[in-house]
């Protein structure tokens, strides 16, 4: 890792240089003229070296890498190249200049991977299973339901109302014959919930 970081700020050097060159010309027109010029004829020896297809081929391995002062070599010479006929930009040029304006980098980069959805649902599913493993272990060890929570007593409590006459008015023993349930409690779970 560290030699092709080394190899790849190696073969921006001439890059670096043409960055110097074009900051110190002077901003007169017929000194721009000159630098346009020295600068096209200077991209397109960069752009044949062997260094400069190199560091474009592994732009979207080293891109974050690279110091700033690198990027925006890089991004110069591409919106350079950019400004030619799109037919005549080489394959690594065109993929080079799509990572920078599309690559996942910086504030695009994916906030989850595969690998992190795969640990969150293997461990969602560690929970459920021992979640399922301690409600069964509990719920072999309890204490046998209460008497009265028995379908039998609760259906003897009803008739215990009827024959008192216990809230004659809307209750169980009412002579309109209330249709619920009465004392029959139908539990918080199902009958069918084991």
């Known amino acids: 890792m560290l030699r092709s970081t080394l190899k790849m700020r190696s073969s921006i050097s001439p890059l670096l ?12 027109p017929s000194s721009t003229e000159v630098a346009a010029a020295s600068k096209a004829t200077q991209l397109s ?12 081929k592994s732009v979207h391995r080293t891109y974050e890498l690279m110091p700033l002062q ?9 919106q350079e190249v950019q400004k030619a006929d799109w037919k005549t930009m080489t394959l690594d040029e065109k993929k080079a200049a799509y990572f920078i304006a599309f690559g996942p980098y910086g504030a695009r980069r994916p906030r989850q991977t595969t690998e992190t959805s795969r640990r969150i649902l293997y461990s969602m599913a560690c929970c459920f299973f021992t979640v399922g493993i301690v409600w069964n272990v509990l719920r072999y060890f309890r204490a046998p339901p209460a008497i009265t929570s ?3 007593y609760q ?7 009827r024959e008192r006459n216990i809230n004659p ?5 009412s002579e309109e014959g209330k249709k619920g349930d009465g004392m029959i409690n139908s539990g918080m779970f199902p009958k069918w919930f084991p």
Do not use: C, Q, Y
Not at 169 to 173: E, K, N, Y
């Open 17 to 28: 240089s043409l960055r110097a060159m074009s900051a110190a010309a002077a901003p007169s």
């Open 45 to 56: 020896s960069i752009r044949t070296t062997d260094n400069t297809v190199n560091v474009l």
């Open 70 to 78: 690198e990027k925006i070599v890089i991004n110069d010479i591409l």
């Open 150 to 152: 028995t379908h039998e």
């Open 155 to 161: 259906a003897m409590e009803n008739e215990w109302m």
């Open 169 to 173: 008015i809307t209750g169980v023993s």
